[in-house]
Every structure is written in structure tokens, then in C-alpha cells.
């Protein structure tokens, strides 16, 4: 029998989110009755090339980090309940990661943990670097001549859906849009057709409604008197009741913080959308521009209307190169005539590497006089009328392929203690190892043939 | 007292930044449903344009949205390159809402801010 509501919730909406927050989503889950999931979105545009990386020193790891801390807490409760856990958290390496959890699940004690994965977003598996390489480019810094780390498919929900069909409690996947993992589920559960595009646009908006956390529940949102937000230390992560038609109810995790209104469905409905009547996906092209909103009780917002069109005949790739150092180094001024000391501080310091000939991108900054708003010339920041007396942190920023270069920007920096304006303290530094991406497109027929879904045994 | 009121569109609406790439994207919801005529009259292409040149933008698309009594502004080249090249603290951007919230000035009549509003003085 078709379920009539399926309820899915949010764990995290980003690799370094709250590790607890799962928990109350998952009790309240346990409370339903019915079709009910938990999903985990941890994956930025750099994320596989770091994962690869690691990968490659340790063919055992390259799953996300966070797939311990985020799954220990859940995995017992989850499994107890029902609640079946759908989750980015492969990352590079989804075998690896399922074969993790079931070590995990091991160790807690759970009996009979079953988890699949999804393969097949990984183009190197069957590509090489230079086909990769000569695939049509749409955003991003050039690759060319570079070593290619990490190249991997936005793949759809089908595959997603299919590996759920596997019956296993667990689903990891690496990279597939944000939103399939909602949107697999609903298929799953409801069987909507390849081209229901009003259905698949629903449960797409779905997915990008949850799937960063708290981000429709009040996180991301509090401006304190003008927006307010009960409860942010305890932030309710949110819970999709969507029905068989494609109507969603928003609302969140019971017994916590935050909020659902129309306000906080709204920030999120447009976060990360360009033309809201294509936002596209390897499933569906979504149409947000007929969504209505409706009350429907505390912490409940009605989303009605989403439309949807066929989806593009190529997948987005994000391709990741070596993207050489970012070194970052800061000093606090403070009190009387804290401004003028610290705009001395940053003249002596782009006179000495101007002198020393570094020739990489530097910028050097005030923070505290305007820094957040202002481009890499500071032209922002000269035309300020700040106040003369207060607290202002100086920063030096360069982007280098030569470490020692950022290493020397940053002593530049730090030699201030000594031979700079009065008054300076509070050094920090960092230098950073950075990935370059680049989104190309890759006809979607060859790549989707690798897709694939299989359980994994211990 | 004045009926109408010029004030920071901080004052009668709220948003959002997001970044894909080089190209921000933000929004701007207006609190009360009154407000978002005077918004979709005063909050131009070009005026957000001219307060993201000076980072090198190059053009601002605005879609409107009367259902939600929002606009979606995508930015192009608003991100001095983005996580890729940027040199700033806020490589993707995130802090732009506010730039744009803080900078850019309505003038609407009072029933457009919300009752006790800090930008009401009363």
C-alpha cells in the first residue's frame, strides 16, 4: 500500500553542523507513524578533492569525517524507530564509509544493521583526466594544464531511490544534488514517474528546503529585534511531512529551539537559487515562481505550487584542481587613535611586500572599518569616516602556488610586534591548502549507466 | 510626523545571500505585504548594480516574486572570484545580504515598517 505521508528529516545542512541536533528529529520521528527518513547533507563544492585526497593515503578513508560524530548518535534510536538514515556522508568513498558504519553499529550493540550505497559519480572511474579536461566549462576558474583531484557527477534521485529499494536501513551516497536526498525517498515511497514533473518539482523544493538544517527552522535568519528566534541554542532542525499529491508541510524537530514561519520558508525558498523558474536538477526543472505559503498551525508552513519542467540533457560536474596556499595573518589595535595606528600597520606592511617583490594577490585590510563590504583595494574603507579611537584588527590575505610566499606575507605581519605602530597584539596566522573547482557538463546518458546501488556486507 | 518615511530597506524587508562561484545571489523579502510594491518600484537592477561595482560586478538580473512578496538578485562577478580567488574574510559572500539591506534606501509610508520597528523611533 502507497503511504499517504511521508516525513523526512534533517540531521545537518552542512560538514560541521551541529552533531546533536539529529536526535530530537529522530524522537520525534519515532512518534510518527508511517514512511519516515533522516538525511545528513555534508558536501561542498571542495569537499571530494579533500576527501580524495585523503583517499589516497588511506584507500580505507575518504568518506566524510563527520560520519562518526553524526551517525554514533542516531544510528541505535534511528534503527529502534524505523526511521531509515539517507546521507552524503560516502563523500569520495561510500564503500568505505558504509563498511564504517556497520563497524560502528558493531561496536553500539545494533543488531542486523543493513546499509547500501550508491555508486557512479565518480568520473574518473571511467573517464580520463583529459576527457574530463575537454568537457564544456560553465563557471570557475580554468583547469586547464592542471591535475585534475576530483571530478564527480551531480547525480539525480533515481539511483538514490533504487538503493532504498534494497530495503537496508542505511543509504550512503557521494555526490548526488542535495535535494535527491529527499527527493529519492518520496520516489521511493510514492513511485512518481519519470516525468510527474510537478510531483518531482515538489519533492525537489522539498529537499531544498531541508537539506540545510536549520536553515528553514530560524538558523541563518535571527536578526535580534528585527527577526527574532526563540530558543537558538537549542535549534529544532526541520521535519517535511509531503504528501502523495506533492503538498509539503515545513515544521520542525519537537521540544527545541527556532522556528517555521512564512519569513524562514521564504530566506530559504531563494537561497542559492538564480532563475526561480529554473532551478535545475538532473530529475526536474523547478518552478518556485507559483509557490504559495500558508499557515498551518505553530512551527507549520503549507508550500503548495511548485511546477516542474523536463530537466537538462547534460549533469554538472564539479571538477577540483590544486589550488596552491591562502595565507592569513591579523593583529588588533585598540583604543585611543586605534585607527590611525592600525592604517599605518597596513601601509608599512603593502610597502614591504610591495618593496620585497611578492607579486602574488594580496590584500591587506582593516577589520572593523568596513573590511566585509569592501573589494581587495580597500576603496570602500579609505572613503569611511570611521571613529579614530576603538578596536580594529589588521589583516593580510595572499593567495600564492609557493608556500614559503605565504609564510613570508604572514611574518610581514607578525614583525609589527617589534617594528610596527604601538599598541599591536592578538597575532594569528594560517596557511592554507586550497582546491580550485570548476563546474563543466557531461551528457547524462554514459554517466548515469555507471550509476548503480548495492548493499555492502561486513 | 510624516506619513512617509525614507529609511534603510533593512527597515521593511529581510534576506538572504548565497554564492555559486563568481555570482551571488540575494534576496529580499519585505516584512508586511504593503511594502513590496514600493520595493519592486525603488529596489532597481541598477541601483544594486552600482552597490556591487566596486567588487567587479558585471550585471544584476532581479526576478520577481509577488507570491512571496520577494525579489531574487543574482549578482554576476559579485565575489571577486569566490571561494576560488577571493582575498576576503567572506569568500562566499555570505555577509552581502547586509550590504545591500544597509545601503540601499525606500521611501515608504509608515504602515509599510513593522509595528515597532527600532526605525520608527516611537
Known amino acids: 500500500m502507497t503511504a499517504s505521508t511521508v516525513y523526512i528529516g534533517s540531521g545537518a545542512g552542512f560538514a560541521g553542523d551541529r552533531i546533536d541536533a539529529g536526535l530530537p528529529v529522530v524522537e520525534t520521528l519515532a512518534r510518527r507513524d508511517g514512511p519516515r527518513y533522516l538525511i545528513f547533507e555534508v558536501m561542498g563544492e571542495r569537499t571530494l578533492a579533500i576527501a580524495q585526497r585523503i583517499k589516497m593515503r588511506n584507500p580505507e578513508l575518504g568518506y566524510s569525517p563527520y560520519l562518526e560524530p553524526y551517525l554514533r548518535g542516531v544510528l541505535k534510536p534511528a534503527k529502534d524507530a524505523g526511521v531509515r538514515i539517507v546521507a552524503n556522508l560516502g563523500n569520495a568513498n561510500p564503500l568505505g564509509g558504509a563498511r564504517k558504519t556497520l563497524e560502528i553499529a558493531a561496536e ?80 521511493h515511497e510514492f513511485g512518481w514517474t519519470e516525468d510527474d514533473w510537478d510531483r518531482l518539482a515538489a519533492g525537489t523544493l522539498a529537499g531544498h528546503l531541508l537539506e540545510c538544517g536549520g536553515q528553514v527552522t530560524g538558523g541563518y535568519f535571527c536578526d535580534p529585534g528585527f527577526k527574532d528566534v526563540p530558543g537558538m541554542d537549542e535549534l529544532g532542525f526541520p521535519i517535511g511531512e509531503i504528501s502523495a499529491d506533492g503538498s509539503i508541510v515545513i515544521t520542525k524537530a519537537e521540544n527545541t529551539g527556532g522556528l517555521v514561519t512564512r519569513a524562514t520558508v521564504t530566506e530559504q525558498i531563494l537561497y542559492e537559487m538564480h532563475d526561480p523558474a529554473a532551478y535545475l536538477t538532473p530529475d526536474v526543472a523547478l518552478d518556485v515562481t507559483g509557490v504559495t505559503l500558508a499557515d498551518d498551525g505553530k512551527d507549520r508552513v503549507r508550500v503548495l505550487g511548485a511546477k516542474g519542467h523536463p530537466p537538462p540533457e547534460t549533469l554538472k560536474v564539479t571538477v577540483s584542481a590544486d589550488g596552491g596556499w591562502l ?29 620585497r617583490g611578492v607579486k602574488d594577490p594580496v590584500r591587506v585590510e582593516i577589520v572593523g572599518a568596513g573590511a566585509a563590504f569592501d573589494n581587495d583595494a580597500s576603496d570602500r574603507q579609505r572613503g569611511a569616516n570611521m571613529p579614530m579611537n576603538g578596536e580594529y584588527r589588521l589583516r593580510a590575505a595572499v593567495r600564492t602556488d609557493d608556500k614559503a610566499t605565504a609564510q613570508y606575507v604572514n611574518d610581514e605581519v607578525l614583525s609589527l610586534f617589534c617594528s610596527g605602530p604601538a599598541g599591536g597584539g592578538g597575532y594569528r596566522c594560517s596557511i592554507t591548502g586550497q582546491v580550485n573547482t570548476a563546474s563543466v557538463l557531461v551528457p547524462r546518458g554514459p554517466v548515469e549507466a555507471q550509476a548503480k546501488a548495492e548493499e555492502v556486507t561486513a | 510626523m510624516s506619513d512617509t518615511l525614507t529609511l534603510p530597506l533593512h527597515a521593511v524587508a529581510h534576506g538572504r545571500a548565497g554564492d555559486k562561484g563568481n555570482r551571488s545571489n ?97
Do not use: W
Open chain 1, 108 to 187: 553500539l550493540g545494533i543488531d542486523g544493521l543493513r546499509v547500501a550505497v550508491v555508486l557512479g559519480d565518480d568520473l574518473l572511474s571511467f573517464m580520463s583526466g583529459d576527457e574530463v579536461a575537454a568537457l564544456p566549462a560553465v563557471e570557475g576558474v580554468s583547469i586547464a594544464g592542471k591535475e585534475i583531484v576530483a571530478a564527480n557527477a551531480y547525480l539525480g534521485a533515481r539511483p538514490v531511490a533504487e538503493a532504498l529499494t534494497l530495503g537496508t536501513d542505511v543509504v550512503l551516497v557521494g555526490r548526488t544534488t542535495d535535494a535527491a536526498l529527499v527527493l529519492g525517498p518520496l520516489i
Open chain 2, 26 to 122: 540575494i534576496s529580499v523579502v519585505a516584512y508586511l505585504p504593503e511594502a513590496f510594491a514600493y520595493l519592486c518600484d525603488q529596489v532597481t537592477e541598477d541601483k544594486v548594480l552600482g552597490l556591487f561595482r566596486h567588487k567587479g560586478a558585471t550585471q544584476v538580473t532581479r526576478y520577481v516574486l509577488p507570491n512571496l512578496n520577494a525579489l531574487n538578485f543574482v549578482i554576476d562577478d559579485a565575489l571577486e572570484g569566490g571561494v576560488n580567488s577571493a582575498l576576503t574574510q567572506d569568500l562566499h559572500g555570505k555577509t552581502l545580504s547586509f550590504l545591500l539591506l544597509g545601503e540601499i534606501e525606500v521611501t515608504v509610508p509608515r504602515s509599510c515598517v513593522p509595528a515597532g520597528s527600532r526605525y520608527l523611533g516611537d
Open chain 1, 327 to 355: 595565507g592569513e595573518a591579523e593583529l588588533t589595535y585598540a583604543g585611543p587613535n586605534a585607527l590611525a595606528r592600525a592604517n599605518l600597520a597596513a601601509d608599512i606592511v603593502r610597502k614591504r611586500l610591495a618593496s
